[in-house]
T-cell receptor, first 114, second 113 residues
């Protein structure tokens, strides 16, 4: 069965520090999709990125970057030069191609202090 | 704003009662998903509907049911409520399957007293 592990429960950094949020997944499927979502204090879940299992290219979007490594079943998320507005809970999620059950990790609470 | 709307925003009720949560998906999206977020269980997938038909079931209790109507809005019915049902209930939508990114509504916070 699919599983997502976010081992870091809470991370606290000072503004402008770089921070990496870890995500390790388990699946038996060869076709699957990985996602990151952000949940700010206001509570809504905001989609950040989607990756399919055939695309191992790293992605950069502004201060955000993602490192997908099939060899270690990891899909890590790095925020460069963190800002207070980055404070949120970040969820990694996995969806298998033929299973409509999207599985979320437990989330990592990131606090960025000024 | 994701384009997904949920009503009501907050709901306070008593044990044993029944409530209905409503969700309108983004324009053009055929799939609707329901999730429950609680402190002890995290974010759990409950059920998915696609174009009016149930597509997938997750950890949904028998006391809970859902449906998707012809106009694609969806309702989640929670009955015989227990204290442990207090949680944030999210609806999400996507164009088709869960391999698409899902866009989440603002959630309904249910408090069972």
């Amino acid at each position: 069965a699919q599983k997502v592990t976010q081992a870091q429960t809470e991370i606290s950094v000072v503004e402008k520090e770089d921070v990496t949020l870890d995500c390790v997944y388990e699946t038996r499927d060869t076709t699957y999709y990985l996602f990151w979502y952000k949940q700010p204090p206001s509570g809504e879940l905001v989609f950040l990125i989607r990756r399919n299992s055939f695309d191992e290219q790293n992605e950069i979007s502004g201060r955000y970057s993602w490192n997908f490594q099939k060899s270690t079943s990891s899909f890590n998320f790095t925020i460069t030069a963190s800002q207070v507005v980055d404070s949120a809970v970040y969820f990694c999620a996995l969806s298998e191609a033929y299973n409509n059950d999207m599985r979320f990790g437990a989330g990592t609470r990131l606090t960025v202090k000024p | 704003d994701s384009g997904v709307t949920q009503t009501p925003k907050h709901l306070i009720t008593a044990t044993g009662q029944r409530v209905t949560l409503r969700c309108s998906p983004r324009s053009g999206d055929l799939s609707v998903y329901w999730y429950q977020q609680s402190l002890d269980q995290g974010l759990q997938f409950l059920i998915q509907y696609y174009n009016g038909e149930e597509r997938a079931k997750g950890n949904i209790l028998e006391r809970f049911s859902a449906q998707q109507f012809p106009d694609l809005h969806s309702e989640l019915n929670l009955s015989s409520l227990e204290l442990g049902d207090s949680a944030l209930y999210f609806c999400a939508s996507s164009p088709s399957g869960s391999y698409n990114e899902q866009f989440f509504g603002p959630g309904t916070r249910l408090t069972v007293l």
